[in-house]
């Protein structure tokens, strides 16, 4: 079984920074971030896959947010910089124990395990 544990969330405003953390225990192959923010329907921010290499980025974060994994402990960060109104949500990480042999994030189906959400508020 896979538990996953977020955390790291909290409230900032429009332009600063967070970093959410995933600490997983179990074998995982594949971590990332989704959010969902009231109303609308999950979506993918960013997946890693356990090596660490070929992360992936909705287009909306990219260059703005970056993904990495800590092997040592196997948690997975999502560093969100220049952050915007838009980026509020409840931000879940989720994993599986196989890759994803498409070059995106995956949908939300990909995932098997999910953890229980960590809320992320940034005000103009």
């Known amino acids: 079984q896979v538990l996953l544990v977020e955390s790291g969330g909290g409230s900032v405003q429009a332009g600063g920074s967070l970093t959410v953390s995933c600490s997983a225990t179990?074998?995982?192959?594949?971590l990332g971030w989704f959010r969902q923010a009231p109303g609308k329907e999950r979506e993918g921010v960013a997946r890693i896959d356990s090596t660490g290499l070929f992360p992936f980025y909705a287009d909306s974060v990219k260059g703005r947010f970056t993904i990495a994994i800590v092997k040592a402990n196997n948690t997975v960060l999502l560093q969100m910089n220049s952050l915007k109104p838009e980026d509020t949500g409840m931000y879940y990480c989720?994993?599986?124990?196989?890759?994803?042999?498409?070059?995106?994030?995956?949908?939300?189906?990909?995932?098997?395990?999910w953890g229980q959400g960590t809320q992320v508020t940034v005000s103009s």
């Open positions: 989720a994993a599986n124990r196989r890759p994803i042999m498409r070059p995106t994030i995956g949908r939300p189906g990909d995932f098997d395990y």
């Open positions: 179990g074998y995982t192959y594949t």
